[in-house]
């Protein structure tokens, strides 16, 4: 193949991506949370399907092995939040196209406004199998092969979140938007701007990381910081300029100027401590999110 074959595969598989990034995005949300990487994940997707050719894959269908691909990534992160050994997944089966995400938006949005947390306290195979076979309408025995497991183990995965789901075991009784999380995002604001490190460790989890994508990368910022104390330093007698803000009905902050968004602070809080932070500078990203002003 010459080199001017090779260019206009990658842009022909380019714009085949394309044609599936929405759809993936809205999996890997639904799977991970707001700000829980799912820009990553698609990414890495993308990745992946770049390299596919040279190792000698064969792809029936685009859509389905993305998902496939996305799925996987996705239960890695889960796997690595909830500190178990991670099973790393070499073949990628394919899975049959999901439908439209508009519609499965429509139907996960209809499970109730306590959704992201309620899946906070499934396991990642139940939260994974939950997602993927109730809102997305994939096949059990599909499922199960992204599992690594027996479509009837599958099947019980997907049960059990579905029963937490429904309110028919316990789960955290947390609103996405309540008073307890938005003290520890202005707590965690007010010890950045007022210097206080010994506070900002306060609030911070053990495993706690921060990420940036491209755009606050370009800025100067950093794609990616671990633990405590690094990310403290990333905030300490910072933040004047942003405020307190609900994103997409969760308690963060935001930094306008002239009145433009300019950049979104997701927080991920759990247990009174924040667990993750996201800086999001992606114009596009910044469109579709719904961000008021507290």
Same mark, same amino acid.
């Given at each position: 193949m010459g080199q001017g074959?090779?260019?206009?595969?990658?842009? &022909? =598989?380019?714009?085949?991506?394309?044609?599936? #990034?929405? @759809? %993936? @995005?809205?999996?890997?949300?639904? %799977? &991970?949370?707001?700000?829980g990487g799912a820009e990553d994940a698609v990414q890495e997707a993308w990745l992946r399907l770049s390299r596919s050719d040279e190792r000698g894959e064969v792809i029936e269908s685009l859509g389905g092995w993305l998902t496939t691909v996305v799925s996987r990534i996705c239960l890695d992160q889960l796997r690595r939040r909830a500190t178990r050994p991670e099973q790393p997944t070499e073949q990628v089966p394919a899975l049959a196209v999901v439908p439209d995400p508009a519609e499965s938006v429509e139907l996960a949005d209809s499970v109730g406004a306590a959704l992201g947390v309620v899946l906070e306290t499934l396991s !990642? &195979?139940?939260? %994974?199998?939950?997602? &993927?076979?109730?809102?997305?309408?994939? !096949?059990?025995?599909?499922?199960?092969?992204? %599992?690594?497991?027996?479509?009837?183990?599958? #099947?019980?995965?997907?049960? #059990?979140? #579905?029963r937490r789901v429904r309110?028919?075991?316990?789960?955290?009784?947390?609103?996405?938007?309540?008073?307890?999380?938005?003290d520890v995002v202005a707590a965690f604001l007010a010890a950045a701007r007022e210097g206080e490190f010994a506070d900002l460790l306060q609030l911070l989890a053990p495993?706690?990381? =921060?990420?940036?994508?491209?755009?606050?990368?370009?800025?100067?910022?950093?794609?990616?910081?671990?633990?405590?104390?690094?990310?403290a330093r990333m905030f300490h007698g910072r933040a004047y300029a942003a405020r307190m803000a609900l994103i997409d009905g969760v308690p963060g902050a935001a930094w306008w100027q002239g009145g433009v968004l300019r950049v979104a602070f997701c927080f991920e809080v759990a247990d009174g401590v924040v667990r993750a932070l996201e800086q999001v500078g992606d114009s596009e990203r910044l469109e579709r999110m719904v961000v008021e002003p507290l």
């Open positions: 074959e090779g260019v206009a595969d990658q842009v &022909l =598989l380019a714009e085949a991506f394309e044609a599936h #990034r929405d @759809r %993936l @995005r809205v999996v890997a949300q639904r %799977l &991970l949370g707001p700000c !990642p &195979l139940e939260r %994974l199998a939950f997602v &993927l076979h109730d809102l997305f309408g994939v !096949p059990f025995d599909q499922v199960a092969q992204i %599992l690594g497991s027996s479509p009837a183990a599958a #099947r019980q995965y997907a049960s #059990r979140g #579905r309110g028919q075991a316990p789960t955290a009784g947390e609103a996405p938007d309540s008073p307890a999380r938005r495993d706690v990381e =921060l990420r940036a994508d491209a755009t606050i990368v370009a800025m100067g910022g950093v794609a990616q910081v671990s633990g405590p104390e690094p990310v």
